[in-house]
Protein backbone atom coordinates (compact mmCIF):
# COMPACT_ATOMS: atom_id res chain seq x y z
CA UNK A 1 0.00 0.00 0.00
CA UNK A 2 1.33 3.38 -0.82
CA UNK A 3 -0.06 6.74 0.46
CA UNK A 4 0.72 9.81 -1.39
CA UNK A 5 0.74 13.65 -0.36
CA UNK A 6 1.20 16.24 -2.65
CA UNK A 7 2.56 19.88 -1.88
CA UNK A 8 3.91 23.31 -2.80
CA UNK A 9 1.29 24.54 -5.18
CA UNK A 10 0.13 28.34 -5.24
CA UNK A 11 -0.30 31.28 -7.15
CA UNK A 12 2.53 31.97 -9.38
CA UNK A 13 2.66 34.90 -12.23
CA UNK A 14 3.12 33.68 -15.50
CA UNK A 15 7.20 33.13 -15.66
CA UNK A 16 7.44 31.98 -12.83
CA UNK A 17 8.26 29.12 -11.16
CA UNK A 18 7.46 26.54 -8.42
CA UNK A 19 8.11 23.09 -7.39
CA UNK A 20 5.89 20.13 -5.88
CA UNK A 21 6.35 17.51 -3.99
CA UNK A 22 4.93 14.30 -3.03
CA UNK A 23 5.56 12.24 -0.29
CA UNK A 24 5.31 8.65 0.00
CA UNK A 25 4.28 6.44 2.50
CA UNK A 26 5.02 2.61 2.04
CA UNK A 27 8.09 0.44 1.93
CA UNK A 28 7.61 -0.60 -1.74
CA UNK A 29 7.74 3.30 -2.87
CA UNK A 30 11.36 3.12 -4.09
CA UNK A 31 10.53 0.28 -6.26
CA UNK A 32 7.82 2.02 -8.27
CA UNK A 33 7.38 4.49 -10.99
CA UNK A 34 5.79 7.70 -10.11
CA UNK A 35 3.96 10.37 -12.22
CA UNK A 36 2.45 14.00 -12.25
CA UNK A 37 -0.56 14.61 -13.79
CA UNK A 38 -2.85 17.66 -13.99
CA UNK A 39 -6.42 18.30 -14.77
CA UNK A 40 -7.57 21.84 -15.80
CA UNK A 41 -11.28 22.88 -15.02
CA UNK A 42 -13.54 21.35 -17.46
CA UNK A 43 -10.84 19.31 -19.02
CA UNK A 44 -9.47 15.37 -18.86
CA UNK A 45 -6.86 14.77 -16.45
CA UNK A 46 -3.54 14.69 -18.22
CA UNK A 47 0.15 13.41 -18.32
CA UNK A 48 2.59 15.92 -17.14
CA UNK A 49 5.59 13.42 -16.64
CA UNK A 50 6.65 10.03 -14.86
CA UNK A 51 10.21 8.97 -13.34
CA UNK A 52 11.43 5.33 -13.39
CA UNK A 53 11.97 4.00 -10.04
CA UNK A 54 15.96 4.18 -10.18
CA UNK A 55 15.49 7.96 -11.40
CA UNK A 56 17.22 7.09 -14.75
CA UNK A 57 14.56 7.74 -17.07
CA UNK A 58 12.33 10.00 -17.35
CA UNK A 59 9.39 11.11 -19.73
CA UNK A 60 7.43 14.13 -20.39
CA UNK A 61 4.40 15.44 -22.38
CA UNK A 62 5.49 17.55 -25.38
CA UNK A 63 3.74 20.36 -23.41
CA UNK A 64 5.98 20.65 -20.87
CA UNK A 65 9.44 19.49 -22.27
CA UNK A 66 12.47 22.15 -21.50
CA UNK A 67 10.08 23.62 -18.71
CA UNK A 68 9.28 21.17 -16.13
CA UNK A 69 12.02 18.31 -14.47
CA UNK A 70 10.55 15.41 -12.47
CA UNK A 71 12.55 14.13 -9.73
CA UNK A 72 12.70 11.44 -6.94
CA UNK A 73 15.14 11.25 -3.53
CA UNK A 74 13.86 7.32 -2.56
CA UNK A 75 15.72 8.24 0.72
CA UNK A 76 13.09 11.00 1.68
CA UNK A 77 10.46 8.66 -0.31
CA UNK A 78 9.71 11.84 -2.09
CA UNK A 79 8.89 12.79 -6.09
CA UNK A 80 9.26 16.07 -7.11
CA UNK A 81 8.34 18.22 -10.48
CA UNK A 82 10.34 21.57 -10.77
CA UNK A 83 8.11 23.84 -12.84
CA UNK A 84 9.80 26.88 -15.13
CA UNK A 85 8.51 29.23 -16.76
CA UNK A 86 5.24 28.74 -15.91
CA UNK A 87 2.43 29.98 -18.36
CA UNK A 88 -1.58 30.39 -17.62
CA UNK A 89 -2.21 27.42 -19.65
CA UNK A 90 -0.30 25.35 -16.97
CA UNK A 91 -3.36 26.26 -14.01
CA UNK A 92 -4.48 22.67 -13.29
CA UNK A 93 -4.56 20.34 -10.23
CA UNK A 94 -1.63 18.78 -10.45
CA UNK A 95 -1.64 15.17 -9.06
CA UNK A 96 0.89 12.78 -7.87
CA UNK A 97 0.50 9.05 -9.04
CA UNK A 98 2.30 5.23 -8.47
CA UNK A 99 2.47 1.96 -9.66
CA UNK A 100 1.48 1.99 -13.78
CA UNK A 101 2.63 -1.47 -13.34
CA UNK A 102 2.90 -3.11 -16.76
CA UNK A 103 0.00 -0.37 -17.74
CA UNK A 104 0.79 2.82 -20.21
CA UNK A 105 2.62 4.72 -18.17
CA UNK A 106 0.81 7.92 -20.21
CA UNK A 107 -2.55 7.04 -18.99
CA UNK A 108 -3.93 7.65 -16.00
CA UNK A 109 -6.04 4.49 -15.50
CA UNK A 110 -2.89 2.65 -15.15
CA UNK A 111 -1.82 3.64 -12.05
CA UNK A 112 -2.90 1.97 -8.66
CA UNK A 113 -2.39 4.98 -6.33
CA UNK A 114 -3.24 8.74 -6.05
CA UNK A 115 -2.61 11.61 -3.86
CA UNK A 116 -5.34 14.42 -3.20
CA UNK A 117 -4.05 17.41 -5.81
CA UNK A 118 -2.45 20.30 -5.00
CA UNK A 119 -3.59 23.49 -6.76
CA UNK A 120 -1.66 25.28 -9.48
CA UNK A 121 -2.72 28.90 -10.49
CA UNK A 122 -0.54 30.94 -12.81
CA UNK A 123 -1.71 34.15 -13.74
CA UNK A 124 -1.17 36.53 -16.84
Known amino acids: QVQLVESGGGLVQAGGSLRLSCAAS????????MGWFRQAPGKEREFVAT????????YNADSVKGRFTISRDNAKNTVYLQMNSLKPEDTAVYYC?????????????????WGQGTQVTVSS
Open 97 to 113: AADPGVGNIYRDRSYSY
Open 26 to 33: GRTFSSKT
Open 51 to 58: ITWTGSTT
